[in-house]
Nanobody
Framework: QVQLVESGGGLVQPGGSLRLSCSAS??????????MNWYRQAPGKERSLVAA????????NYADSVKGRFTISRDNVQNMVYLQMNSLKPEDTAVYYC???????????WGQGTQVTVPS
């Protein structure tokens, strides 16, 4: 069972930066098999995809709202995924979730989420 634990959230002023981390564990295969994603959910809104990185790390994709400000990366040795968030805006306030997609087993896994707050 894949377990995901996020960290790095907090309160940051507009224009500031945060780096979210997601630690993956509990699997018997190599971490590089998993495609990794960051989602977020603001109060009263649906959960939405923020950034994605392929299993090998060669490809990334971003929501239009964060392009040029956020960067997703992964360390397939340390079993970690990161989301570097720069130029943060109040509309980035949300709970951020780490997600793993295993295309071999057709399963996905979720972390518990970490709160990011950017006051207006």
């Amino acid at each position: 069972q894949v377990q995901l634990v996020e960290s790095g959230g907090g309160l940051v002023q507009p224009g500031g930066s945060l780096r979210l981390s997601c630690s993956a564990s509990g699997f018997t295969f190599t971490f590089s098999r998993l495609a990794m994603n960051w989602y977020r959910q603001a109060p009263g809104k649906e959960r939405s995809l923020v950034a994605a990185i392929t299993s090998a790390g060669g490809g990334t994709n971003y929501a239009d709202s964060v392009k040029g400000r956020f960067t997703i990366s992964r360390d397939n040795v340390q079993n970690m995924v990161y989301l570097q968030m720069n130029s943060l805006k109040p509309e980035d306030t949300a709970v951020y979730y780490c997600n793993a997609w295993d295309s071999y087993a057709y399963k996905d896994y979720w972390g518990q989420g970490t709160q990011v707050t950017v006051p207006s």
